[in-house]
Structure formats: C-alpha cells, structure tokens
C-alpha cells in the first residue's frame, strides 16, 4: 500500500504544484478511511507533552489540510499528531494563482497562499465529523488560527476562531508568522503579542486547550528575547520554531526570485539555530516543536537535540510522499538506540 502511494505520488509530482496539493486531498479524502491502520510506534518514540500522549513526535506542519479535511488520513499514514488550518473566521481565496513554486534542485518550497482556507465554520463542521484523538481514530489534532487580510482588528479574529475552534481540537497554534498577509507579522512585536496571547487567554475559559505561538525564522536576538518573556509571563504552554522563512539564501531553481516564503531543505539550518536559541532562554518551561526542512530521521533528530519535544514537516512531504513518514521514525529511533536514550524525552535539548 505504501509504495503504491510513493507511486501516486511520483505522478503527482509531474503536475503544477497547486493542481497536484488539490488531487492529493481529494484523494485522501476518498481513500483515507480504506488506508490500513498504522502499526504501532517503537516505544521510544512515545512523547508526553501539552497533557497528551503522542505516539510519536512527528507531525504534519500547518498548510497541507488548511480546512480540516483529512486529519485521519493522515495519521494513518503515520503522522504522531496533524496541525490544520491556518484557519481565518470567514472564508478567504487567498493571493492570485500561481502561488505556489516547487524549487527541486533545493529541494525546498516558495509559497505566497495568504491563508486560503474555507473559514472556521467548515473546518468545524470537519472536525466535528473526525473521532477523537481519546479512541485513537482521529489521532491527535491541533488547529492553527490566523486573522482575515481585510480584517479591521485582527486580534479579535483571533479570539473568534479560537472560541469556535479550540473545543473541537486538541491544542490550538497562534500562527503570527505568514509571511504572505501584509502586516500579520508585526503581532510578534512585545506589546502587541501580549495584548494578542492574553485575549486567546482569556477565552480559553476552564477546558485549557493547549495555546502555542508559531514564529518566525527570520526574527533578531531582540525579537526572540522579548518573545521569549512575554511567552513565560502570559503561561502560553509552547510556541513552533518556525514558519516559512523570507530570507534568501543561494538557490538553484529557477523560481528563486518569486515572492512569497521558503521551506525545505535551505530552512533546516536557520530554523534549527532559532530553535536552540529559543531553548536556551526557556528550558523546559515551554514545549518546542521544531518545523523547518526536516527530510530524514537524523534532521528530526537534530531538532529534538537542539531543544524540540515534537517536530511537524511539510516540504519533503511534497518530494518524497508519505512513505517518508514511516522512514523517518525508523531512522529517529535508530539515533536514539545509537546514543543510548531509551525515550525522546531524554535526548531534547541536549545540544542546546
Ligand atoms: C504550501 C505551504 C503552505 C503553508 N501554509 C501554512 C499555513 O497556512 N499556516 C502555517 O502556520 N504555516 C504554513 N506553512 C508553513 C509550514 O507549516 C512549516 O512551518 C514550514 O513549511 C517549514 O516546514 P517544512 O520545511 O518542513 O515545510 C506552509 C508551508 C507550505 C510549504
């Protein structure tokens, strides 16, 4: 089953980007229930963090089901836990088509969507359909919330997707870091952040649905001190180091110019370096999951050292199908075994 998947995807693979995204979700939405049930995870990959037990830390970064459609399907495909959205409270088409650029030869991604998504009353309506993570059929989910473009307050959209979504998933991601809706990065700022983190704070009410603050690669050691401290004062329970980077580093494919941000392979390193930084200033006070160009057991692996309890990837998902999924847990706990760790757990953060 799984190799006639790398197979579909290879075909995929010969189509424009978006048009390929498009099929893969309409056909894991058909497909999805007739997937074989995982096999069970090698006990040293179980994790527990956000008052839940992953069993295993590799998870589908927010992008691939922006509306929710598909989370089952793909924990089946092995993913420990599926972030979806990024979700805005109405329903958005998103920047003009084209939007999205593979880049091959660097193994890496430029996006420029601008939170296309169906708004928060279809990814509800999905999510109330899915099992829940409790009885193992949905796995766990999480759900990552962001502002409408022409919103006039964007910090109340916030509060008003997480009203509506938080109950209906088992964590919740504050994405400030899209590089493609003008402005949205600026929540990032000091005060700004701590007026957004304390509103969705306040709305959490007594369910506690883990809150997480995804971020930026491209942020200074100002930024990231002061993220660092307003995340600790406010009590979130974690943040996602990083989101797509607008940097650009030397690139090969002849879509290097094209606006919008970079994921994959050129994203590993600096992604990985703010992830150590974040984990020197809040130790083990916050959880950490680390994105950003992850394609092996080995990078999973260097994430979790560097200060990561879970990792998410999206780009390689693109280059190598879902197989990659099942390689790279076996690969992260041949490095485990390798280094004499009997759990994840042991190993986070020790390079930080
Ligand atoms: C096509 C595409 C769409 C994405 N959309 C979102 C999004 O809606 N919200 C979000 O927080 N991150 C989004 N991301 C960023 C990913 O979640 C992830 O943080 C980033 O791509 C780094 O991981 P990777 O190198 O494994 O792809 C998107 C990435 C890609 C490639």
Request: net charge positive.
């Amino acid at each position: 089953m799984r190799s006639f998947l790398d197979f579909g995807a290879s075909l995929l693979a010969r189509l424009p980007a978006e048009t390929a995204h498009d099929l893969t979700l309409a056909l894991l939405g058909r497909a999805g229930p007739l997937l074989p049930r995982r096999l069970g995870d090698p006990p040293s990959l179980r994790v527990q963090a956000l008052g839940l037990s992953f069993p295993n830390p590799v998870g589908l970064a927010a992008g691939f089901d922006k509306n929710a459609a598909v989370p089952a399907a793909m924990a089946r495909l092995g993913f420990g836990f599926v972030e979806c959205g990024t979700v805005t409270p109405r329903a958005q088409g998103g920047n003009p088509k084209p939007r999205l650029f593979r880049l091959r030869q660097d193994r890496a991604v430029i996006n420029r969507m601008g939170f296309n998504n169906g708004g928060m009353e279809k990814a509800a309506a999905n999510l109330a359909r899915r099992g829940n993570s409790s009885n193992g059929i949905g796995g766990i989910t999480g759900i990552n919330i962001g502002a409408n473009k022409d919103s006039v307050d964007r910090i109340a959209d916030y509060r008003t997707a997480f009203v509506r979504l938080a109950p209906l998933a088992d964590y919740v991601t504050v994405n400030i870091s899209s590089p493609n809706t003008p402005g949205l990065r600026g929540l990032q700022n000091k005060d700004e952040l701590g007026r957004l983190i304390g509103t969705v704070l306040e709305a959490r009410g007594p369910a506690r649905t883990p809150v997480l603050v995804k971020i930026a690669p491209d942020l200074d050691e100002t930024a990231l001190d002061e993220i660092a401290g307003v995340a600790l004062m406010t009590g979130i329970d974690g943040l996602i180091v990083s989101n797509t980077t607008i940097a650009r580093p030397p690139l090969q494919s002849a879509h290097y110019r094209e606006a919008g941000g970079l994921s994959g392979a050129p994203l590993f390193g600096p992604s990985t370096a703010i992830l150590r930084g974040m984990r020197r200033r809040v130790g083990n006070r916050l959880v950490l999951i680390g994105a950003g160009g992850i394609a092996s057991g080995a990078d999973a692996y260097a994430k979790i050292r560097a200060g990561a309890s879970l990792v998410q990837l999206y780009t390689a998902l693109v280059y190598e199908g879902p197989g990659l999924v099942t390689r790279i847990k076996s690969e992260l706990a041949e490095c485990l075994t390798r280094d004499g760790y009997e759990s994840v757990a042991e190993a986070v953060g020790i390079d930080a």
